[in-house]
C-alpha cells in the first residue's frame, strides 16, 4: 500500500452553497462555475516565481487533480508534492474576490516543504500551521501582493477558533502579517507597519534539519551567479546564486549531490554533502572561483 503523509492547510470535501465546516475546522467556500487557472503551467508559474523570490531550489512536483475540491501538501512514496484542483482554487478566488487568494493556498503548501513539516510521518500542528502561514504572507510580499490580498484567503476560509490541528484565523491573520512585513521590513513608507513587530529570523532561514540535513551554500562576491547542481552528477540545474542570500536545498536521492561552476562535461564536480555549509569564493591564487566547506 502506498505510503502517503500530508499535512493540509485546507481539506474541503464536496463543496454545496450552504457553507460548512470541516472535520479540519476549515470554512467550505461556494462553489465556481468558472475556470480561473487554464492548466497546470500557470499555476506552476506562480510557485516559480516565489521560488526565486525566496532564493529556494523546488523539492517538490506540482500536480493538478480535479475533483479533490482541496489543496494540500504530502509525501507519497518517499516524493514530495503539492496537490491542488483548479476549481477549488477558483471558487477560493472569486469568494475571496482577489486572484492572490489562490497563490496564498499555493504559498502556504510550499511553506511546509520548505520547513520540513512532512517527514517525520505527523499530522497537522497549529504550530506548523502558522509557520507555513507566515511563509505565505512573507512569499506574497515578495511577489508583489498588498497586506489585503496577502490575507485574503485567511480571513474567508478560517473559523474563529481554532482546532487540535489548526490555529484560529487571528492567529492564523497575525503570522501572515508578520511575514509580510518582515519582508517589507526595508520599505519605512509601508502603511500601518507599526501595527506589527517585525519578527526576527534570518531572511532564509534554513529548514529544520530532520530528515538527513539541508546544505547551506553561500556565494561571496559582488555579483549574482549561476551555478548547477544534480542528484546523481549526470543531470544538472541551472540555480542563480544572489550575494545578499544564502542558498538552502537538499538533495532528493542521496545524502549528497555535486555542483558545477560552469555548464561543461569538462567542469570540476564538487561533491557537496547534506548537513554541512559550503562557500563559493574567488581563489586569488589560482586566479578562479571555488567551492570551500565552511567549518
Known amino acids: 500500500m502506498m505510503k502517503r503523509i500530508v499535512l493540509l492547510l485546507l481539506l474541503i470535501p464536496q463543496l454545496s452553497f450552504a457553507q460548512q465546516v470541516n472535520h479540519s475546522g476549515i470554512l467550505s467556500p461556494p462553489p465556481s462555475l468558472v475556470h480561473n487557472f487554464v492548466n497546470s503551467y500557470e499555476a506552476a ?15 517538490f512536483t506540482l500536480r493538478e487533480e480535479s475533483g479533490t475540491n482541496n489543496a494540500y501538501a504530502a509525501v507519497e512514496n518517499g516524493k514530495r508534492v503539492i496537490i491542488y484542483d483548479n476549481k477549488f482554487l477558483t471558487a477560493l478566488d472569486q469568494y475571496s474576490n482577489t486572484r492572490w487568494a489562490s497563490i496564498s493556498v499555493l504559498a502556504h ?9 512532512l517527514v517525520n510521518g505527523k499530522s497537522s500542528t497549529p504550530a506548523k500551521e502558522l509557520e507555513s502561514d507566515y511563509f505565505s504572507g512573507y512569499a506574497l510580499a515578495k511577489i508583489g501582493a498588498s497586506l489585503m490580498e496577502a490575507t485574503a484567503a485567511i480571513q474567508k476560509i478560517a473559523p474563529t477558533q481554532g482546532n487540535a490541528s489548526h490555529p484560529g484565523r487571528a492567529e492564523r491573520v497575525n503570522a501572515i502579517q508578520r511575514g509580510w512585513y518582515y519582508a517589507n521590513a526595508n520599505n519605512t513608507n509601508t502603511a500601518n507597519s507599526a501595527r506589527v513587530p517585525v519578527p526576527q529570523p534570518q531572511e532564509n532561514p534554513p ?3 530532520s530528515d538527513g540535513g539541508w546544505i547551506n551554500l553561500a556565494l561571496y562576491g559582488n555579483n549574482a551567479m549561476t551555478v548547477y547542481l544534480s542528484d546523481d552528477g549526470k543531470n544538472y540545474s541551472p540555480v542563480t546564486l544572489k550575494t545578499t542570500q544564502p542558498f538552502v536545498f537538499k538533495y532528493e536521492i542521496y545524502n549528497y549531490g555535486f555542483l558545477r561552476l560552469v555548464n561543461s562535461p569538462n567542469a570540476v564536480n564538487y561533491k557537496l554533502i547534506h548537513n554541512k555549509d559550503y562557500s563559493i569564493i574567488w581563489n586569488r591564487r589560482e586566479n578562479n572561483w571555488t567551492v570551500v566547506e565552511v567549518k
Open 45 to 59: 508559474g506562480y510557485v516559480r516565481a516565489i521560488l526565486e523570490k525566496v532564493n529556494w531550489r523546488q523539492n
Open 207 to 209: 529548514p529544520q534539519v
Open 109 to 117: 503548501e510550499i511553506g511546509h516543504h520548505y520547513y520540513n513539516h
